[in-house]
């Protein structure tokens, strides 16, 4: 009932940039936090950046001062500016939003929690 299209990844030089974009569509009532989230080869999934329906963000202690989370209400989309990539952030990047669906007379209904398909982000020279 919810779905997620990213896009923006791709190759990039050590220092580079790339921005990520994350939209949300379907029977979205409203959407609590819109996050990003990643997983290079051989290694769990970790939370790179989140973003809560107030503004209020919070990043992992290696992406900070590098990377931007933001978020476009109107759109339901997300966004993750990366700056100064290095091969350390290469992995696969994928969106997660938590919300709740709209029910009967476009009343609240049960909340949710989608993922994205993921995108590579590749950093090497």
């Known amino acids: 009932q919810v779905q997620l299209v990213e896009s923006g990844g791709g190759l990039v030089q050590p220092g580079g940039s790339l921005r990520l974009s994350c939209a949300a569509s379907?029977?979205?009532?409203?959407?609590?936090?819109m996050g990003w989230y990643r997983q290079a080869p051989g290694k769990q999934r970790e939370l790179v950046a989140v973003?809560?329906?107030?503004?209020?963000?919070n990043y992992a202690d290696s992406v900070k001062g590098r990377f931007t989370i933001s978020r476009d209400n109107a759109k339901n989309t997300v966004y993750l500016q990366m700056n100064s990539l290095k091969p350390e952030d290469t992995a696969v990047y994928y969106c997660?939003?938590?919300?709740?669906?709209?029910?009967?007379?476009?009343?609240?209904?049960?909340?949710?929690?989608?993922w994205g398909q993921g995108t590579q982000v590749t950093v090497s020279s």
């Open positions: 997660n939003v938590e919300g709740s669906l709209v029910a009967i007379a476009q009343m609240k209904g049960a909340d949710f929690d989608s």
């Open positions: 379907g029977s979205i009532f409203s959407i609590y936090a």
């Open positions: 973003i809560t329906s107030g503004g209020s963000t």
